[in-house]
């Protein structure tokens, strides 16, 4: 009978099990004691990071183009820029031709859109002085900071996600919003990050995720006129 089951206990297919076990656990395990969320550095500034970033941010690039002082202060200026990538543009173009369709207008795109509503809502995606995710940290409900023009409020908070079980023990995000001048939480558009506390010359960049409608919401009303 001891031998049954001795032979049982180290068959093949046991030992296999017991061996996937262990590797699910170191897995856990290192998610949370080894994580470490490191800044990247990047040689050049803000500007030249979106530059080198092919087929990501060629919208935001063509953009900037239409609003050259915001470029200049990519290239020049101390700043924490919230990136925005190309879908986050594609969807507020669809968005903005469903409406315009239904209207029985003709389609328009970034190259039509006028240039002071580019500015307006661009701007309100760069914010003055350089800050990673240690100076959010210690403000449990988060910190308002004014944009590089128009000294627009914006609504930075951080949040540590969750990863393999354990609490707070994956990657860092921001929840960047627009609180649209209101103390109501319910009236802010809230965006989340990808990436953070990407480092260049002059800036700090948070990548936004791609879901998100560029010009939080506004976009619509503000080029469909």
Not at 15 to 38: P, Q
Not at 97 to 114: G, V
Not at 176 to 192: G, H, V
Request: with cysteine; net charge positive; aromatic share 12%.
């Amino acid at each position: 009978m001891k031998n049954k089951i001795n032979k049982l206990l180290f068959s093949p297919l046991v030992m296999l099990f017991v061996f996937c076990l262990g590797i699910t656990a170191c897995k856990k395990d290192s998610a949370y004691h080894d994580y470490e969320n490191t800044i990247k550095e990047f040689d050049g500034t803000a500007l030249k990071y979106l530059q080198d970033q092919k087929n990501t941010y060629d919208s935001m690039l063509f953009v900037l183009d239409r609003v050259p002082d915001l470029k200049d202060s990519l290239a020049n200026d101390k700043l924490t820029l919230f990136a925005v990538t190309n879908q986050s543009f594609q969807v507020a173009i669809k968005n903005l031709n469903i409406e315009r369709k239904a209207q029985n207008k003709t389609p328009m795109y970034l190259k039509d859109a006028n240039v002071a509503q580019l500015d307006t809502l661009l701007s309100r995606y760069m914010v003055k002085g350089i800050r990673s995710t240690e100076d959010y940290k210690p403000f449990t409900d988060g910190v308002t900071l004014k944009s590089m023009k128009y000294n627009y409020q914006m609504h930075v908070q951080y949040k540590k996600l969750d990863a393999s079980g354990f609490v707070e023990g994956g990657p860092q995000s921001i929840i960047y919003s627009d609180p649209k001048n209101s103390i109501f939480q319910k009236y802010w558009e809230n965006a989340t990050t990808n990436a953070v506390n990407i480092k260049t010359k002059n800036a700090i960049i948070n990548v936004l995720a791609p879901s998100h409608d560029f010009g939080f919401n506004e976009f619509v009303k503000r080029i469909n006129q």
